[in-house]
């Protein structure tokens, strides 16, 4: 596998080296994820079925044209009184 090199001040290797521990990952292994998570270009291979998959027992519905319900003035203003 190849090996990259490069120089980052102290206070950002003190900060990556802090998050790679917080996930109790070595710097080099943190770094790699990084940078694979922004240079990949193709969706991960199970996340469609993942996406889609979330949805089968719950189908989604298209919403009415209805404006949604407003609340009564009377029931608002009972509502109100009882929080005060």
């Known amino acids: 596998m190849p090996q990259l ?3 980052v001040d102290r206070p950002l290797a003190d ?3 802090r998050r790679a521990a917080d996930e109790n990952l070595p710097l080099s292994k943190y770094l790699a994820r990084l940078v694979r998570e922004q240079v990949q270009e193709a969706w991960p291979d ?3 079925s993942a996406v889609i ?4 027992d719950d189908p989604l519905e298209e919403p009415t044209d209805d404006p949604p319900d407003e609340p009564e003035a009377e029931t608002t203003l009972l509502f ?5």
Do not use: I, P, Q
């Open 46 to 48: 199970d996340y469609l």
């Open 15 to 17: 900060e990556l080296a």
């Open 80 to 84: 109100l009184e009882g929080r005060s």
């Open 5 to 7: 090199y490069f120089s």
């Open 53 to 56: 998959g979330c949805c089968a």
